[in-house]
T-cell receptor
């Protein structure tokens, strides 16, 4: 049973629209992450958070923004979607231990037309 | 910086064949190592992990041994099934690193 939830699973939206991808976890993890997965499968870290009111940009520059007002919630927002934003977006969380891996959500596949 | 290198795919095997997917890493410290699996249309699932040298991670018939001397963490399975068809990612997490570092993924296709 998934402990981290992403909605929607699929989204097709027109250029210029504002969108928010939701990510919630029930494990009480402090650390949360957003990865962008390109069609070639590679995973790129775009945002991460170490706790409430903490957000940082990742390795890949992204026009998206994130917020962390509650521990369990880490939404990603695109103010004006473009076709270049078409991708799969994966959310993950961890308790910060290097002994355990991350728990991933099922992902949101975004298509901007 | 830290990096993970995986063999390129796709890897195509017949059912019951032996599987090896190579993974080598570069890290400044002594990282924990992971294999994740991604089934079509899904997120990543943790398959197995090893946290120190000579540890062997195992799950669902898959195994990988943390080899510090060769900086490797190769994934093996003695007899693959069609249901193993997926993309496999090797990853490392080093102390002080902000996030998991992933390899580029290897697609496995198992034919009946």
């Amino acid at each position: 049973e998934a402990d981290i939830y992403q909605t929607p699973r699929y989204l097709v939206i027109g250029t210029g629209k504002k969108i928010t991808l939701e990510c919630s976890q029930t494990m009480g993890h402090d650390k949360m992450y957003w990865y962008q997965q390109d069609p070639g499968m590679e995973l790129h870290l775009i945002h991460y958070s170490y706790g409430v009111n903490s957000t940082e940009k990742g390795d890949l520059s992204s026009e998206s923004t994130v917020s962390r007002i509650r521990t369990e919630h880490f939404p990603l927002t695109l103010e004006s979607a473009r076709p270049s934003h078409t991708s799969q977006y994966l959310c993950a969380s961890s308790d910060g231990s290097t002994l355990r891996g991350y728990t991933f959500g099922s992902g949101t596949r975004l298509t901007v037309v | 910086g830290d990096s993970v290198t995986q063999m390129e795919g796709p890897v195509t095997l017949s059912e019951e064949a032996f599987l090896t997917i190579n993974c080598t890493y570069t890290a400044t410290g002594y990282p924990s190592l992971f294999w994740y699996v991604q089934y079509p249309g899904e997120g990543l699932q943790l398959l197995l992990k090893a946290t120190k040298a000579d540890d062997k991670g195992s799950n669902k018939g898959f195994e990988a041994t943390y080899r510090k001397e060769t900086t490797s963490f190769h994934l093996e399975k003695g007899s693959v099934q069609v249901s193993d068809s997926a993309v496999y990612f090797c990853a490392l997490l080093d102390t002080g690193r902000r996030a998991l570092t992933f390899g580029s993924g290897t697609r496995l296709q198992v034919q009946p």
